[in-house]
């Protein structure tokens, strides 16, 4: 890729050349460097602005005034040049960070050769070519009392691996001239090391040519960014304060320049973008642009893994570049990640924004993957869709941010699952919802926790954190094995904004206690209908596999009405879709009514029934 600045800027290092002297090092112009990074920004944001103005202008007018197969193939075409335009500003922006990245190390190294000069100078030594050091005679011999006579000294670049020579030199001036020639030594060492660390980098960020970006492309560009970040490392990576809490973050990003945010967005988009405190626009952005480099970094595998997280971020990146209908909440990628079971937060509505807030985290078997994406999303798109009728202030977030735990048969895992992963959960959860009070720009907004499966249980982890989960009002339950408390007011914002949803066929909120074990073993044997013969057996029993029953009336919370739910017992094998249906408006309209209901704020008007 040519362009401002010449090739990446490196013209600017024809100074070094083969072999770097110290009088080379100290005329590198670092200033020519920064202006062919000045350059290359300029590019990108024009490329940015280009793609913006392709996704928000052109093709919304097209598709809202033409139709048939002619304006459906414009759109595709705008697409691609959409796609196009990302690219260039996503290799813009790595060169302009490389470059910016290499004049701050090589300045660095400047300063320290000119320090070194400059005590050279004050003690009137000389520093030859060679970068060894002569000093004059000094101090008195033991036996005439003459000055001692001077000499030169030679750098090492690394002195502190030098063997010492068991001998020391009498004259006083030795010793500084050593000093000044090892700090010389080290200086050209070290730029030289620079130099050709970020000479690779430079020569590896270039496009193929032709108007097409395909899938390899990107694959190179997640290579190309992997190696600018090891490049950079030092110059923005360190700035970057993930120990910090989320309100401390926020005023991070607020007090950096534009030019700071654009090189943090181009070369760290997978960090900034999951970091909570950060503005959710901020985020979307970030993640939008690392979703196509995770996308490409997958593509250049095929083990399974790859293979299915690949179909679920594509089916991600197919939604978020799709025209909303009138009236449905805009889609916010807020966090994406392709480690451990993958990562992907998804807020329906502007969650800065919105007086209403609500999170849904998922249970058993949730992954990145094409369920996931179809499924878990939907639920959260319809809750912020129903609760946007009620107060269209409101948003609705899908949260994957842990590893829920997973098996093929689902029920069994559940049964013995620990609560390590709820617990680990629990306290990202936790900064995931303190960074989205610390971005909102209600000074009170109303928060809602949704917790469905094992995903309650981690709700459950985090309210026993610290002080609780940081700014949420409600507490939503549904499917439910139990939280690991035995009152719901002991969740930390009172038993009536406690809300529980059960269905009678859900078998997961039958599950036993562990003091049932044995017996359960033996209903399990019977298949997943036989869990529910523990009950017969114990009748009025309300302890779950994670502890009290929250749909019961010794928990205390406020039981909503919902659908039963296909029956576990009929021909054939058994039904598990009671668990699945809450959200479901047309499979289950009380359950994602009283949801909608409580996640806009009017928890209030929710219809309850009889605890168990």
């Known amino acids: 890729m040519s362009g401002p600045g010449g090739s990446g800027g490196l013209s600017a290092l024809g100074a070094l050349g083969a072999?770097?002297?110290?009088?080379?090092?100290?005329?590198?112009?670092?200033?020519?460097?920064?202006?062919?990074?000045?350059?290359?920004?300029?590019?990108?944001?024009?490329?940015?602005?280009?793609?913006d103005r392709i996704d928000t202008q052109l093709v919304d007018d097209l598709r809202r005034t033409q139709k048939g197969e002619a304006a459906r193939a414009a759109v595709?075409?705008?697409?691609?040049?959409?796609?196009?335009?990302?690219?260039?500003?996503?290799?813009?922006?790595?060169l302009r960070t490389t470059l910016n990245s290499l004049a701050h190390e090589m300045k660095a190294q400047q300063r320290v050769l000119q320090g070194a000069l400059d005590d050279a100078a004050a003690l009137k030594f000389t520093v030859h070519p060679d970068g060894s050091v002569t000093y004059p005679a000094a101090g008195e011999g033991l036996v005439d009392g003459k000055p001692l006579a001077g000499g030169r000294a030679s750098g090492v670049p690394n002195p502190g691996l030098a063997a010492p020579s068991g001998l020391v030199a009498p004259n006083p001036n030795a010793a500084k001239a050593q000093d000044i020639a090892d700090r010389v030594a080290q200086a050209v060492r070290t730029a030289a090391d620079v130099d050709w660390r970020y000479a690779k980098v430079l020569r590896a960020l270039k496009a193929e040519d032709g108007l097409s970006v395909p899938t390899a492309t990107w694959t190179d560009a997640a290579s190309d960014a992997a190696a600018a970040r090891q490049a950079a490392s030092g110059y923005l990576a360190q700035g970057i304060p993930h120990d910090a809490s989320p309100a401390e973050r926020k005023a991070w990003w607020a007090g950096l320049t534009d030019e700071q945010r654009e090189e943090y967005l181009a070369v760290y988009p997978d960090q900034i973008g999951n970091l909570d405190g950060i503005p959710a626009l901020v985020r979307d952005a970030a993640n939008r642009d690392n979703l196509q480099l995770l996308m490409g970094k997958l593509a250049g595998r095929d083990d399974e893994d790859a293979v299915t997280k690949l179909a679920a971020l594509r089916e991600i990146d197919r939604q978020l570049r799709a025209v909303r209908e009138p009236g449905e909440p805009p889609m916010y990628l807020l966090g994406i990640g392709d480690q451990g079971n993958g990562r992907a937060i998804v807020s329906y509505g502007n969650p800065d924004t919105s007086r209403n807030v609500a999170a849904y985290v998922p249970g058993l078997n949730t992954s990145l993957d094409k369920e996931f994406v179809t499924g878990d999303l939907k639920r959260a798109r319809d809750t912020a869709s129903a609760a946007r009728e009620i107060d269209r202030s409101t948003a609705a977030i899908t949260w994957l941010g842990y590893d829920a735990p997973q098996s093929p048969d689902g029920l069994s895992s559940l049964a013995v699952a620990g609560t390590e992963r709820a617990e680990t959960g629990g306290r990202a959860f936790r900064e995931f919802m303190s960074g989205m009070v610390a971005a909102n720009d209600h000074d009170d907004p109303h928060m809602t926790a949704i917790g469905h499966s094992y995903g309650s249980r981690t709700v459950g982890a985090a309210t026993q954190q610290g002080d609780g989960i940081p700014g949420i009002d409600d507490i939503v339950l549904v499917g439910s094995p139990g939280l690991g408390v035995d009152r719901a007011e002991d969740l930390g914002v009172g038993k009536d904004h406690v809300f529980v949803g059960a269905a009678d066929n859900d078998v997961v909120t039958h599950l036993p206690s562990k003091g049932q074990a044995v017996l359960a073993a033996a209903g399990r044997a019977l298949g997943p209908a036989g869990s529910l013969a523990v009950d017969a057996v114990h009748p009025g029993d309300d302890d779950l596999w994670f502890g009290r029953d929250p749909a019961s009336e010794g928990f205390g919370a406020r039981r909503f009405a919902v659908d039963p739910g296909p029956s576990l017992i009929r021909l054939g094998p058994p039904s598990l879709d009671a668990h699945s249906q809450y959200f479901d408006a047309n499979l289950d309209s009380a359950s994602a009514g009283s949801i909608a209901l409580v996640a806009a704020g009017h928890g209030n008007r929710v219809r309850q029934e009889g605890a168990r």
């Open 19 to 51: 072999t770097l002297t110290w009088a080379k090092l100290r005329e590198v112009k670092c200033a020519e460097l920064e202006e062919a990074a000045d350059g290359w920004g300029r590019a990108g944001n024009r490329a940015d602005a280009a793609r």
């Open 76 to 94: 595709r075409r705008l697409r691609r040049l959409s796609m196009n335009f990302q690219y260039i500003y996503t290799e813009c922006g790595l």
